[in-house]
């Protein structure tokens, strides 16, 4: 009744297509849930995970802090908040879960994704991995003039109930900036008939890539000129005390990669000590994103770990890990991005990504849903210009560099991260077992992390709350006591038994049904993670006593087994083929040691990448990665499916 009237309202509002903030302010506002029901769900979240000792521990503490007049005082601090900020949680969960966070960006909050499936497995699009990365950043530039001109539009769930956008103009030109206790995001904002430019990088080598000069955009075509001329003069260089060729300039980017008040100390005794550096950082900073001419041969088709590993983290020496994104296009022109996560959440800047491949494949390009913007674009010649860094004013950027490298080095020895795809294999199959396609995908990663683990472990599912203006994320606990039971049945193999088949399969169907309640509640704002987490910052902002609620082991249990699922197809749904679709990206485990999975469902189709953070990070993962095709094949012969995996 009122839930339909209202879609039909918003349906009648929006029309069939509203420009990308047209919705903003029809928006509802996240609500503050009842602490009484947060408390509810959070107990049974952790139920089938601690002893009953500490299950009766979280129990009590969680009556006693019900009860209190502090839960009261807390609550009001949200409702406040509420009543006066267009979302009470956002400001806060952007300072508290990424600015204020001191660790490395790189195997931290940062993450990746992948070229077409086409360019991966088969011949790239175009082959020349300079021409490869001029229609890239042409594509990113349609994108952004589509963003900038609000002709991108509102994107809306089933076609009517709009979504938050104001992510998308933050996508291009956004730097996370590195601050002594805090960091701070800054997006340049490229003025009407302004100029505007990327950071190219060859080696350790940065250039100031014009592409855009007083309002006009370059062509492909001259953008090939430019940066062809500048791998040139990269790569013959004269050897300086730094190296020689691409890596004769000071690797100011391997800063980067440091633990963030370090970075922070580092970055403000460059620019203290010179106005080169100041103006090479502003060079920086104002750039639209990160462009990296790698050098790193990949291993497709054969296998596309080499392409992911790099994309996720490389070495260090070849990427700006605080800028928005860097796009990195291989030798062999295959491509892969790195982001940063602070602006937005991974499906903002995927759209972008997934605009600026279809449209700079001439395969693809004919099936674009937007057709590229209009407007003069530049006929003159550019020049990419070489940043200048002066590291003689600090006396100690060897050390730092040197530091650094180790630290990175010791950073990324403990994790490992590798595809697991499913060609034969996809959403419509699974939907002829009656089973959600992300409650299959959620049942058998418990079967799957119960194998690794031995036991059951906390599980984080993102959930996306951009149906609320200024919306990011809550948690799905995916671990609930009917996954977990189904898990147990299916290691058990209670299936082989008489009748044992189709009892597993009913637990299984009995779990997709909790999975999918719990995973609508959280993205209408009825999660219980960010609402007790708003109750802990509300304590610790306004200097009151953290209750005893948030100190219990059944609190302080870490996500050992952190996923998400992100789509790769938001805006060209006219493509006649998966293999025109990203092969999707990942992430680091959020726990140590833990297990990260990104996975993309499609119709026929699903691709998992698996992160592995432990002391024996490769075997590790490879083992998981092998547990996983085998869960998949025993769950699909539940239904009567074959085996398929690679």
Known sequence: GKDKLSLLILKFLGG?????????????????????????KWLASVEPLVTPKQFEDAKAAAKEFEDSEQSKTLQKVLQQRAAKMPNWLTDWWVEFAYLRQRGPLPTGSNFYST???ENMYG????????RRASDLIVGHLDFKQHVDEERKVCQKIGGVVPICMEGFPLVHGTTRIPGETCDVLKTHIVPPGGDAHVLLMVG??????????????????????????AVKEAKEAEETQFGQGAYAQPNVSLLTTRERTEWARNRALLMTGS???????DVVEQALFTVVMHDVATDCPKSNRILINEAFHGDGTRMWYDKCFNLIVFPDARAAWHYEHTFADAPVPGCAVEHALVAANPRSASYR??????????????KAEVLKWDTECVGDFDQWTEKARIEFNELTSDVSVGPVNFYDFGINHIKRFKVSPDAFCQAALQVASLR??????????????????????????????QMTMFARAFIDNEQSKDGGKEQVAKLLREASDVHSRISKEAAQGEGCDR??????????????????LFQTDAWNLEFELATSQSPVLQENHKIPSPTFCTQGGGFAPVSNPGVGVSYHPQRDRICFHVSVRSKNAAKDQERFCIILRETFAGMRALFGGGEGGG
């Open 452 to 481: 690794y683990f031995g036991r059951h472990v906390l599980t984080y599912e993102s959930a996306s709350l951009r149906a609320f203006k200024r919306g990011r994320t809550d948690t799905i606990r995916s671990a609930t006591s």
């Open 204 to 229: 350790s080598t940065m250039f100031k890539l014009p592409v855009q000069v007083k309002g006009q955009r370059l062509t492909s075509e001259s953008l090939e000129i430019a940066i062809r001329d």
């Open 369 to 382: 849903n937007l057709p590229e913007p209009q407007g003069k674009r530049y006929q003159g010649s550019v």
């Open 531 to 548: 609402h007790l987490l708003g109750l802990k910052l509300a304590a610790v902002t306004t200097g009151a006593a953290v209750p005893r």
């Open 16 to 40: 069939n297509e509203s420009r990308l903030l047209e919705m903003q302010d029809l928006l509802p506002q996240l609500p503050v849930p009842p602490v009484e029901r947060s408390l509810k």
């Open 275 to 281: 106005a080169v550096n100041c103006e090479s950082m």
């Open 115 to 117: 070229d077409q499936y």
């Open 123 to 130: 011949d790239v699009c175009t082959p020349d991995p300079i």
